[in-house]
């Protein structure tokens, strides 16, 4: 469409001359009267009121310069304008040198060809423009992309815009095979800490970037295994199955091979059938005794405690043998409690538990009960000693033996021969040890009937040499009965043990 800048009139113009190329005639009017050159016929369209022209179906010879000459009112007017026709771009096609390439060892040249006039080119990777670099050259007006060193980003698709002032076209994409790796591999072990139970599956995943996908080979310590795959899966594995894994892979491309660090595997024994045993079953205070801490499986550590907290070792308790033995230099009575031993290893725990008992005494014997007691009345005398196990009690009256494993001495009805001094000796069949009272004196008195003064003053005198006599007669068999037993000795306490007794009568 040809449009002049005159407006619309009713008054018709004198003459108008449409020509091309100032030879050919498209068309005239002169006083309304058309005439349509014949190569247009057909082809055109014409305003009378504009003097404006429109030309269809063009073709490549409707190229050239237009012109238009308009008489108005005597006055005549000239325009002109230049009309360039272009085909439309077709057969656009890219050729690559080369499709498959190895990263970093190769060059690749892709060429665009297309018909049509007025070209111009235009390369895109994915959806990103190709621009010249230190690796990409563009050459023949553009129609020509060469990279250099290719990478793993240049795979494409490569894709050619060509263009004219009227269409665009984009070509088919062009893909390229960059080869690379193997790189970044790893070994993949769960759990991380790679400990594992006897008889559990373990499955090891060798993790790499390549392409084309690598080959795999796997060791154990250095020795190759017939595996290939890039998974390794161990059934039902033993403690035979510990050791250091890695995986190779290989690029049969690239012709490049990388070995994953090793990853330690280490199979375990679960932990079972713990114990605490102790060196004797009898601990006695003063002495030696050790806790021995036991298990079957793989033993990594032991743990102690008492009475549910963390062991705190004084200067009587060592720790030996990886925490096994448990040692009491001297053992003492507040080293009561119970002793607990946790064995683990990093995938299972199992413990025991031993309560220790001191075994200690006899010491602080001690009777209790009355020194006077009324003839006919009852005695009761009972002995107490500081003991594990509890004390057996042996009783003494003068020094003679009168009732045996009883903490309690009891008199009916006493008599006057019941005065006298009373031992009680204890016994802890554990320790073996031996230790008595100080002596209790008893005196047994008659009720008194109101005798005269000369009367006791004579009972008196008798009585006191009469203890006296039974006094000594009854530490000489006391003494000669002890030096029988050396360990029952207390010489010092003896000697300090007994009382003046005074009997008395009516």
């Not at 043998?321 to 946790?342: H, I, S």
């Not at 196990?389 to 009168?402: H, V, Y």
Request: with cysteine.
């Amino acid at each position: 469409m040809f449009t002049t800048t005159l407006s619309p009139t009713e008054k018709p113009f004198t003459s108008v001359n449409w020509n091309v190329n100032l030879s050919t005639t498209i068309v005239v009017m002169i006083n309304s009267e058309e005439t349509i050159g014949p190569e247009y016929e057909g082809r055109i369209t014409f305003f009378p009121s504009t003097a404006s022209l429109g030309l269809r179906s063009l073709t490549l010879d409707d190229t050239g310069e237009y012109t238009v000459n308009i008489i108005q009112d005597g006055k005549p007017q000239n325009g002109r304008t230049t009309l360039v026709i272009y085909e439309q771009v077709s057969n656009v096609l890219v050729t690559s040198s080369s499709t498959d390439l190895v990263e970093f060892n190769g060059s690749v040249s892709l060429s665009c060809s297309a018909s049509g006039p007025s070209l111009s080119f235009l390369w895109l990777n994915g959806s990103s423009e190709v621009t010249a670099s230190d690796r990409v050259q563009l050459t023949d007006g553009g129609s020509s992309l060469t990279i250099i060193n290719v990478t793993r980003f240049d795979q494409g698709p490569f894709r050619c815009r060509v263009s004219n002032p009227v269409s665009t076209v984009t070509s088919d994409p062009v893909n390229l095979s960059i080869s690379y790796g193997p790189e970044n591999i790893n070994l993949i072990l769960p759990p991380s800490q790679g400990y594992f139970a006897v008889g559990s599956d373990i499955s090891l995943t060798c993790s790499v970037g390549s392409r084309p996908p690598a080959q795999f080979n796997w060791f154990l310590n250095g020795d190759q295994l017939p595996d290939t795959v890039s998974e390794l899966r161990l059934m039902n594995v033993n403690m035979s199955n510990s050791g250091n894994y890695s995986c190779q892979a290989f690029n049969s491309k690239t012709l490049s091979s990388q070995t994953s660090q090793p990853s330690a595997i280490t199979v375990l024994e679960e932990i079972s059938g713990s114990s605490v045993k102790p060196s004797t079953n009898l601990p006695v205070e003063g002495t030696s005794v050790s806790l021995i801490c036991e298990a079957s499986g793989s033993v990594f550590t032991r743990n102690w405690m008492k009475d549910g907290s963390e062991l705190t070792l004084t200067d009587n308790i060592i720790l030996s043998d990886n925490n096994r033995v448990l040692t009491f230099d001297t053992v003492k009575r507040k080293d009561n409690g119970e002793y607990f031993c946790q064995i683990s290893n990093p995938i299972s725990s199992h413990g025991d538990k031993y309560i220790m008992t001191v075994n200690y005494g006899p010491e602080n014997v001690q009777i209790k009960g009355p020194n006077k007691v009324n003839i006919k009345g009852t005695l009761k005398l009972t002995c107490s000693a500081k003991s594990t196990p509890s004390a057996r009690f042996t009783w003494f009256l003068n020094g003679t033996e009168i009732l045996t494993n009883s903490a309690e001495y009891i008199k009916e009805e006493v008599e006057l021969s019941n005065s006298g001094n009373y031992i009680c000796q204890a016994w802890n069949n554990i320790t073996e040890r031996t230790s008595s009272s100080v002596v209790h004196g008893l005196t047994v008195t008659e009720k008194s009937s109101g005798c005269a003064a000369g009367c006791i003053a004579g009972i008196v005198i008798a009585c006191c040499v009469i203890v006296a006599a039974a006094v000594g007669g009854g530490y000489y068999i006391y003494k000669k009965k002890f030096n029988k037993n050396p360990q029952k000795q207390n010489t010092e306490q003896e000697e300090n043990m007994y009382e003046n007794i005074s009997i008395t009568r009516k």
